[in-house]
C-alpha cells in the first residue's frame, strides 16, 4: 500500500474510532456494496438505461449548447 494512502487510512480510522483494518473494510464496502457482480445483470441494467434514452428528443446542438452554457458556471442567465 503507498504510503500516503496509509496515512490516510490510518487518520481516517482513528476519526472513526476503528482499526486501521476495520476502517479499510469500512471503506471497500462503502465504494463495492452497490456493484453489480453478475455481469448478466449488469449487461440487463445497462441495456435498461440505454433503452430509457432512446427516445429522447435532445439533438447533438442542443447537448453542446448546454455544454457551453454549464462551463459558464455563474455568468449564465
Same mark, same amino acid.
Given at each position: 500500500?503507498?504510503?500516503?494512502?496509509y496515512?490516510?487510512?490510518?487518520?481516517?480510522?482513528?476519526?472513526?474510532?476503528?482499526?486501521?483494518?476495520?476502517?479499510?473494510?469500512?471503506?471497500?464496502? @462503502?465504494?463495492? +456494496?452497490?456493484?453489480?457482480?453478475?455481469p448478466?445483470?449488469?449487461?440487463?441494467?445497462? @441495456? +435498461?438505461?440505454? +433503452? $430509457?434514452?432512446?427516445? $429522447? $428528443?435532445?439533438?447533438?446542438?442542443?447537448?453542446?449548447?448546454?455544454?457551453?452554457?454549464?462551463?459558464?458556471? $455563474?455568468?449564465?442567465?
Amino acid at each position: 500500500m503507498p504510503e500516503e494512502l496509509y496515512k490516510r487510512l490510518k487518520v481516517a480510522a482513528a476519526a472513526h474510532h476503528r482499526s486501521i483494518n476495520g476502517e479499510a473494510i469500512f471503506c471497500m464496502e @462503502r465504494v463495492l +456494496k452497490d456493484m453489480p457482480l453478475d455481469p448478466d445483470d449488469r449487461l440487463m441494467h445497462i @441495456r +435498461k438505461l440505454r +433503452k $430509457s434514452t432512446e427516445k $429522447s $428528443s435532445i439533438n447533438e446542438e442542443e447537448i453542446n449548447t448546454l455544454k457551453v452554457w454549464g462551463r459558464a458556471g $455563474s455568468s449564465h442567465d
